[in-house]
T-cell receptor
Framework: DADVTQTPRNRITKTGKRIMLECSQT?????MYWYRQDPGLGLRLIYYSFDVKDINKGEISDGYSVSRQAQAKFSLSLESAIPNQTALYFC???????????FGSGTRLTVV | GQQLNQSPQSMFIQEGEDVSMNCTSSSIFNTWLWYKQDPGEGPVLLIALYKAGELTSNGRLTAQFGITRKDSFLNISASIPSDVGIYFCAGFNYGGSQGNLIFGKGTKLSVKP
């Protein structure tokens, strides 16, 4: 099993729909992250959580919300999806160090 | 916020050629990292650098942490088709405002057999 599992891997949804992307990890890390990847823009941080009771906005949090249900689970929600949220979304976990980041395989979301 | 300038944005090379890419920042980082993203997958760590001036190798890959702590470069020698992918630099500061990685925009590498 993968250390960081994202579901679904691919999703097509309609404008205005609510959608949730889920992430679970078996690394035992306290820290979890959601990133968005767009061509030519790299990885941009949406939200991050340093432990179960800690939620922080990242660089591009507008239009998104998160829930840290347990140490191992961190979900990302789009309350009302819009086409410019079409992107590749990555979940990651880490320990306190820089080289402990582990990424999931991504969720490709298309909003039509 | 902090931003990393990574160049080039893309490279098209012949198998066997050497590759060089770099990353610069307007501010200092304590740690520089290089990641590779294969198509359809998440980024995977290639090399981590912890000290200014440090030169580290991982097989055909060599990376350096700039003396000013504001830049880093990655070289790939004798490229092969499986080197195809997107390479990201990332900077990290312990105890920084977010304690998070800051990523460059990536260098997309294409290798022609």
């Amino acid at each position: 099993d993968a250390d960081v599992t994202q579901t679904p891997r691919n999703r097509i949804t309609k404008t205005g729909k609510r959608i949730m992307l889920e992430c679970s990890q078996t690394k035992g890390h306290d820290r979890m992250y959601w990133y968005r990847q767009d061509p030519g823009l790299g990885l941009r941080l949406i939200y991050y959580s340093f432990d179960v009771k800690d939620i922080n906005k990242g660089e591009i949090s507008d239009g998104y919300s998160v829930s840290r249900q347990a140490q191992a689970k961190f979900s990302l929600s789009l309350e009302s999806a819009i086409p410019n949220q079409t992107a590749l979304y990555f979940c990651a976990t880490s320990d306190r160090g820089a080289n402990g980041y582990t990424f999931g395989s991504g969720t490709r979301l298309t909003v039509v | 916020g902090q931003q990393l300038n990574q160049s080039p944005q893309s490279m098209f090379i012949q198998e066997g050629e050497d590759v060089s890419m770099n990353c610069t920042s307007s501010s200092i980082f304590n740690t520089w990292l290089w990641y590779k993203q294969d198509p359809g997958e998440g980024p995977v760590l290639l090399i981590a650098l912890y000290k200014a001036g440090e030169l580290t190798s991982n097989g055909r890959l060599t990376a350096q942490f700039g003396i000013t702590r504001k830049d880093s470069f990655l070289n790939i020698s004798a490229s092969i088709p499986s080197d195809v992918g997107i390479y990201f630099c990332a900077g990290f500061n312990y105890g920084g405002s977010q304690g998070n990685l800051i990523f460059g925009k990536g260098t997309k590498l294409s290798v022609k057999p």
